[in-house]
């Protein structure tokens, strides 16, 4: 079982600037992928960001040149660094974990891009 705690989440004004972080309770080199997803009211969830154990990284095309994602392994996190944020980034963002048949979400935490 993994455990997954997002933080960071909460009200910004456009073009501002947030980091999320997930907290796994295992050792990220057990995980095969870490991501982040996103979840707006009346849409489906999205991939935003994913980073695989091997470091390589792929990232939804909305969130190409102002996301990045990134882990501290010493920490077992993995960090969603937003930039230029848009109110069309407004959602609940989750952190996922994949090891080979198994998946785990976080609670999720709001984010908000709003004047």
């Known amino acids: 079982q993994v455990q997954l705690v997002e933080s960071g989440g909460g009200l910004v004004q456009p073009g501002g600037s947030l980091r999320l972080s997930c907290a796994a309770s295992i050792t990220i080199f057990s995980i095969n992928t870490m991501a982040w997803y996103r979840q707006a009211p009346g849409k489906q969830r999205e991939l935003v960001a994913k980073i695989f154990s091997d470091g390589s990284i792929n990232y939804a095309d909305s969130a190409k040149g102002r996301f990045t994602i990134s882990r501290d392994t010493a920490k077992n996190t993995v960090y969603l660094q937003m930039n230029s944020l848009k109110p069309e980034d407004t959602a609940v963002y989750y952190c996922?974990?994949?090891?080979?048949?198994?998946?785990?979400w976080g609670q999720g935490t709001l984010v908000t891009v709003s004047e």
């Open positions: 996922n974990a994949y090891r080979v048949f198994e998946q785990y």
